[in-house]
């Protein structure tokens, strides 16, 4: 079936450094792409989502200079974060939306990323 | 605030049925989702239902929607302590770019 790979899993990284997290579809051309912020033993937060070739919707209250993604081909999306702090440690997942499948439009999930600030 | 509500934990006993429940408010969701979450793990779709159905059954699970009372739950039947683990109802709004909107998930434990 289809799936979604994000890399890295984790990553350890220092403040005031960047990092870029991948979300790749591997069998099936994503037409939009979504990454969600999941903080310990919180729900998922919906950050923004992206459509191939053009910019990313943030939700509110995302800063979208800090948070920046980059949808460059309709099967990878990367989300970097930049100048990071401790705050932003979370876990990070991103999802691909491809048409067809039962529900017409199906949604598969990465398995997501951990981010360490340190 | 969150727009999906879920009570926040449950706890039954091994071999009983678990229930959660999940309140949304977007009238427009087309589709409802049960996802599940294991510690430090991704998110696995258990199942979902189109908004015209009333109810899903899929071996264990049965999924009941009330839509006008926005009210979705998931039952678990014969509840075993590999289903340990936080349940998230989730919304998809085809308003919004189909994006999925997620509940605060309720933590299930299992108890002899």
């Known amino acids: 079936g289809a799936v979604v790979s994000q890399h890295p899993s984790r990553v350890i990284c220092k403040s005031g450094t960047s990092v870029k997290i991948e979300c790749r579809s591997l069998d099936f051309q994503a037409t939009t792409m979504f990454w969600y912020r999941q903080f310990p033993k919180q729900s998922l937060m919906l950050m923004a989502t992206?459509?191939?070739?053009?910019?990313?919707?943030?939700e509110q209250g995302v800063e979208k200079d800090k948070f920046l993604i980059n949808h460059a081909s309709l099967t990878l999306s990367t989300l970097t974060v930049t100048s990071a702090h401790p705050e932003d440690s979370s876990f990070y997942i991103c999802?691909?939306?491809?048409?067809?499948?039962?529900?017409?439009?199906?949604?598969?999930f990465g398995e997501g990323s951990w981010l360490t600030v340190v | 605030g969150e727009d999906v509500e879920q009570s926040l934990f449950l706890s039954v006993r091994e071999g009983d049925s678990s229930v959660i429940n999940c309140t949304y408010t977007?009238?427009?969701?087309?589709?409802l989702y049960w996802y599940k979450q294991e510690p430090g793990a991704g998110l696995q779709l258990l199942t979902y239902?189109?908004?015209?159905?009333d109810m899903k059954q899929d071996q264990r699970l049965t999924v009941l929607l009330n839509k006008k009372d926005k009210h979705l739950s998931l039952r678990i039947a014969d509840t075993q302590t590999g289903d340990s683990a936080i349940y998230f109802c989730?919304?998809?709004?085809?308003?919004?770019?189909?994006?999925?909107?997620f509940g605060s998930g309720t933590r299930l434990s299992i108890r002899p």
């Open positions: 977007d009238s427009s969701s087309t589709y």
């Open positions: 992206s459509n191939e070739g053009s910019k990313a919707t943030y």
């Open positions: 239902i189109f908004s015209n159905m």
């Open positions: 999802s691909a939306s491809v048409r067809g499948g039962e529900s017409g439009n199906t949604i598969y």
């Open positions: 989730a919304e998809r709004r085809y308003s919004s770019a189909s994006k999925i909107i």
